[in-house]
């Protein structure tokens, strides 16, 4: 019989040299695709606590493994903060309200001082200023400014003037350069006003005759109005130029 030859693509045969798996200490390894190895990988789990809410972070791209977030709930510290911050928000509105009060207060004594110096100065303007040709009219204009008693004193000086003044064509022009408030007590005060005047007429050949006037006024409120109820002069100087 004629020997036969092994193919060159057959590898069942072994060569007498090789040693038998039995003759080595280590087993033999078996080959394994990545496919196999893959599935034969362990996998890990992450296991939620119990009662933990567990939330997929929305960005994670589709090929990339979802991680999970856990998510816990406000612990007893920070409901311990939250109170601390209501209670100094509520104990700063209480500050600043007890601040503001004084200062609505002084804001309302200052408005109702400077109605009062308004007063004052209009009504010294309007009974100290007149021509001849208005003086009879004085005392109907100067009646909203006054008050009581002092209303009808002043009517009576001014009707007593009149046709002296309109015989001599007196002109007289009070201008107000200060006025202030001296005390406020309630619905009484007084006030400062402070004046020059100029009274001028042909029978002086029309050199004005120049006076620096400051008087006191004591006013009551009425209906929310401040009025006239007195009047002194203080100063009376006259600075009329001598010729």
């Known amino acids: 019989m004629e ?3 092994p193919g060159s693509g057959d590898l069942s045969d072994e060569s007498p040299e090789e040693a038998t798996p039995a003759e080595t200490s280590e087993a033999p390894r078996v080959p394994q695709g990545k496919r196999q190895r893959a599935t034969a990988a362990p996998v890990e789990e992450t296991v939620p606590e119990p009662d933990a809410e567990l939330e997929a ?9 979802v991680v999970l977030v856990e998510r816990r709930p406000p612990g007893r510290r920070a409901g311990i903060v939250i109170g ?3 209670a100094l928000f509520v104990a ?3 500050f600043a309200g007890a601040m503001a009060q004084p200062y609505i207060a002084e804001r309302a004594t200052v408005h109702t001082k400077l109605q009062i110096a308004r007063t004052a100065a209009d009504a010294i303007t309007t009974l100290w200023t007149y021509t001849p040709d208005n003086m009879d009219q004085l005392a109907n204009r100067s009646a ?3 008050a009581g008693d002092f209303q009808a004193e002043y009517r009576k000086y001014i009707d007593a003037i009149v046709p002296t003044n309109k015989q001599a064509q007196v002109t007289n022009s009070t201008e107000v350069v200060g006025a202030a408030v001296e005390s406020l007590n309630g619905s009484e005060a007084t006030a400062i006003v402070y004046t020059n005047s100029t009274s001028t ?3 002086s050949k029309n050199i004005p005759s120049m006076k620096y006037i400051s008087y006191r006024l004591t006013l009551q409120r009425d209906s929310g109005q401040w009025l006239v109820n007195g009047m002194t002069s203080i100063t009376n100087l006259d600075l009329t130029p001598q010729i």
């Open 3 to 5: 020997d036969q030859q």
């Open 57 to 65: 972070d929305p960005e994670a791209h589709p090929d990339e493994p």
């Open 84 to 86: 601390i911050a209501a």
């Open 92 to 94: 700063a509105g209480g």
């Open 144 to 146: 909203r400014y006054l």
């Open 201 to 203: 007429s042909p029978l």
